[in-house]
């Protein structure tokens, strides 16, 4: 106890942060033997790297290998819609020249393929709630900005709640409606949080511009991003494809596990989504995207040849050390907790900007993210031992896309998480409707030891 004299008033110098600092590990710290004593699957996953079942769904379906009598064999990844695989959705959207992501958000929360009429309406119902409310982006934006978009909308989404007349109410007729509105501002919250961090941390100039009613989600994006409001065609087809591939991903990713978790808590809507954000921020998740890109600047700094496959080796091999990149020990873009062999969305992304890179020179580039995906199975079996595919994930190739689509590096997971809001409401409903009212609630083991109360003056 005598550290203790050594404190200031306020616990706010360097020391006394270290102190607390000191205390949190020394008394927080629980050894793995524990978990594996208890039987505890941390992380909610089995031994196998499977995660632990905790739900049923009929939105999505992740598949990454086959379980051959209690094996876990890897398998060719799989991702499909409600049944519907998303590859054929992407290619029919490609191949038809047409925009697929309102599509898409559809066939998530109403469980089917829209008819054409259904779809008109859907898109109309959008376009309608796509602007804010009077006075949002001043108060909630633009007297609040911060560096990080994400956190931007997050609190965005919480701050819609006070513009909502009936903001508690649980009816699933309520929450369809507040789904749609979440669904349609998202983009627009992401967009102005995105140019007042332009004019406030990067003293350049901010433009909010009006959505477009007969524009598409990807088409106003572009268009409220861009100062003159110009894009293509093709890139606003791009964008679209971009957010098919992010708006869904299964219960059990982290994001959706944690609205499905707040959900069958009873609480709001906003409150949910706002969750889902928080969540999708983290590296580990959705802002591995933004970690992709840092980590490619420091192989393209740190490798000289970038042909040679032992340089870049030599350099993933320090990346998985500590002793380069962030030093978090990660190869960002590379692993995933179910696809094994294939993530079937950075296949398509793969290919995407393989055409992007041949028509904008970016193949050196290009050929370098090829060699991580490539040379990073090898150097994993070196450094782990363990022979286990490891593939490229949905991260590797997105970023790199959105570059070449002009889309600044600070909106990579902004746009992930515009996009994913149609997983998280549809999540949110099917918890809603199916759970009768049940809250996730798994246990936790308490390990430390009974000690009698020591009263304050005796300490
Ligand atoms: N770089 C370095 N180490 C990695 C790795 C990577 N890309 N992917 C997995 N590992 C490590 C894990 O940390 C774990 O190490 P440990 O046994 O020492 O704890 C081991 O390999 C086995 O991991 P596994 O169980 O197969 O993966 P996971 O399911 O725990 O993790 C991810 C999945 C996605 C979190 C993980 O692959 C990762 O962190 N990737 C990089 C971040 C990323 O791209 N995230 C986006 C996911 S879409």
């Known amino acids: 106890m005598q550290e203790l004299e050594n404190i200031t008033n306020d616990y706010d110098s360097d020391k006394d942060i270290s102190f607390l600092c000191e205390q949190c590990r020394k008394y927080n710290y629980i050894s793995p033997r524990d978990f594996r004593k208890y039987h505890i699957k941390r992380g909610l996953r089995n031994e196998d790297g499977t995660g632990v079942l905790a739900g049923i769904t009929k939105i999505c379906n992740v598949h990454g290998y086959i379980m051959d009598e209690g094996d876990k064999v890897p398998a060719p990844g799989k991702l499909t819609y409600r049944g519907y695989s998303v590859e054929d959705i992407v290619r029919d959207c490609v191949q038809g020249e047409r925009y697929g992501y309102e599509e898409v958000a559809w066939l998530l929360l109403m469980g089917h393929l829209p008819t054409g009429r259904q779809l008109d309406v859907f898109r109309r119902s959008l376009a309608r709630q796509r602007e804010l409310p009077d006075g949002f982006i001043d108060d909630i934006i633009i007297k609040v900005p911060s560096p990080n ?148 600047e420091h192989i393209k700094a740190g490798v000289e040849n970038w042909e040679n496959d032992d340089e870049v080796a030599a350099f993933l091999e320090k990346i998985m050390d500590g002793k380069a990149g962030d030093g978090s020990g990660l190869i960002y873009g590379m692993g995933h907790a179910i696809y094994t062999v294939s993530d079937p969305r950075a296949a398509i992304l793969k290919e995407c900007a393989e055409q992007l890179a041949g028509e904008q020179d970016y193949r050196r580039e290009m050929a370098l993210y090829e060699s991580v995906e490539r040379l990073t199975p090898e150097v994993f079996a070196r450094k782990k031992g363990i022979s286990a595919p490891i593939c490229a994930n949905v991260d590797l190739y997105s970023g790199l896309v959105y570059k070449m689509l002009r889309i600044p590096e600070e909106l990579v997971t902004p746009m992930f998480a515009a996009s994913r809001s149609a997983g ?30 020591i009263p304050l003056n005796q300490r």
Request: charged share 20%; hydrophobic share 35%.
């Open 149 to 296: 978009i994400m956190n931007t909308m997050g609190r965005s989404v919480l701050a819609l709640y006070s513009y909502d007349e009936n903001p508690d109410d649980y009816s699933l007729e309520n929450v369809v409606s507040q789904s749609l509105s979440i669904i349609a501002k998202l983009p627009t919250v992401m967009m102005a949080a995105y140019q007042v961090k332009r004019r406030v941390y990067d003293r350049k100039s901010m433009y909010f511009h009006q959505n477009v009613p007969e524009f598409t989600t990807a088409q106003n994006i572009l268009r409220l991003l861009r100062s003159d409001k110009k894009f293509t065609e093709q890139e606003a087809r791009i964008l679209d494809m971009c957010m098919i591939l992010h708006a869904e991903h299964g219960g059990g990713n982290n994001s959706t596990f944690s609205t499905r978790v707040l959900t069958s808590s009873g609480t709001d809507t906003y409150a949910a989504i706002s969750a889902g954000i928080g969540s999708l921020k983290g590296p580990r998740h959705g802002g591995a995207n933004a970690k992709v890109s840092e980590m490619m």
């Open 424 to 453: 998280w409401c549809a999540h949110r409903i099917e918890e809603i409707l199916t759970t009768g009212g049940k809250i996730i609630r798994p246990a936790y083991r308490a390990v430390s030891p009974k000690s009698a109360y």
